[in-house]
């Protein structure tokens, strides 16, 4: 992650007496580099692209659901990008201009080389889904994990109560997995209630070497 700008980026901006401080910031959730539509709106006036008249595939405006492509050109050379917006990327009441505005947007980074270098501020809020679905499926695989190693030391409490050669074998499978696995709460619990699984451990040991 970059605390500068791209170079392409900046070259771009001062060529058209425009700074990065004023028309530029980084995505702190993501760390992407966000031009402000604005000022894309501007460099496009200013290197001359036009568009032609938007192709609607969505347009349910009450339920907010609105998606077109765009296609735009500078001279001979043309470029075309789809603009979405929906209940679940967009937060505005206005799902036409929110869409016109992505696909223009996307449209103009890619007529000036610079996209994927640096994106439009219209997808600032799609950034900040992607990181809060991150934290939600390592929220949800922590959630797992915990209620996993719950459940395997109440079953170990269990088994130390049996004195059966089938319950040893059980705990000791517990240890493996746990061992494999490096879920040390468990493995350890294992190890406290069957202290002879320590003279067996070389089992578990030949299992990770194969991993």
Do not use: C
Not at 16 to 25: F, I, R, Y
Not at 162 to 188: L, R
Not at 204 to 210: G, H, I, K, T, V
């Amino acid at each position: 992650m970059s605390s500068e700008i791209p170079e392409n980026v900046r070259t771009l901006l001062e060529r058209h007496g425009l700074t990065s401080k004023e028309n530029a910031w980084m995505h702190k959730q993501s760390g992407n580099w966000i031009l402000k539509h604005k000022t894309l709106e501007r460099l496009a006036v200013y290197e001359g692209v036009t568009f032609d008249d938007p192709i609607f595939m969505e347009m349910d405006g009450a339920g907010g659901n609105v998606a077109m492509v765009v296609k735009g050109r500078i001279g001979s050379r043309v470029e075309w990008s789809t603009g979405e917006a929906s209940n679940m990327n967009s937060k505005g009441f206005y799902p036409y201009a929110m869409a016109e505005k992505r696909a223009k947007d996307r449209v103009i980074l890619k007529l000036l080389g610079i996209h994927a270098d640096v994106y439009s501020e219209e997808e600032a809020e799609t950034f900040k889904d992607q990181k809060n679905l991150v934290n939600e499926e390592q929220l949800v695989e922590e959630t797992k994990y915990k209620a996993d190693t719950t459940a395997k030391k109440k079953e170990l409490d269990q088994l130390v109560m049996d004195d059966s050669d089938s319950a040893y074998k059980k705990a000791m499978d517990i240890f493996t997995d746990a061992y494999i696995d490096k879920n040390e709460e468990v493995s350890n619990h294992a190890l406290k209630l069957f202290p002879a699984i320590d003279i067996d451990a070389g089992f578990a040991n030949e299992q990770q070497e194969r991993i």
